[in-house]
């Protein structure tokens, strides 16, 4: 029942995302449904919503500066030689996510 959900659910993230085992995380040999950079993006969502429903949003546009890591680190990825590694992914894509529910609120509410 277990590995069924999981390859489930493997499948349903395999359309969000590239699943490259070499950029994923592990845990007892199972490889995580998303990759490092989509987990950080997903629990940085996460983590999003429940600081600003406490604390509400940052009501100032340098939340835009948290936009740039992911991005710098992506594209140096894809034009350079230089290969960045799951703790920089998953990290950029927390700080990216958590930027992207403050925009959302700030704009929307």
């Known amino acids: 029942m277990i590995m069924e959900f999981y390859n489930a659910l493997f499948n349903m993230a395999g359309h969000l995302c590239h699943q490259k085992p070499e950029r994923s995380f592990f845990f007892r ?5 998303f990759c490092a ?25 340098f939340i835009f500066i948290l ?20 703790l920089k992914r998953v990290i950029t894509g927390v700080i990216f996510s958590f930027a992207y529910v403050n925009l959302c609120y700030m704009f929307l509410i």
Do not use: W
Not at 29 to 33: I, T
Not at 67 to 86: C, H, M, R, W
């Open 29 to 33: 040999d199972y490889q995580f449904p």
């Open 37 to 61: 950079r989509c987990t950080g993006i997903i629990l940085g969502f996460i983590m999003g919503l429940i600081i600003v429903h406490l604390t509400g949003f940052f009501e100032n546009y």
């Open 67 to 86: 936009f740039v890591p992911l991005i710098a680190d992506g594209l140096v990825q894809k034009f350079t030689d230089y290969e960045s590694n799951n």
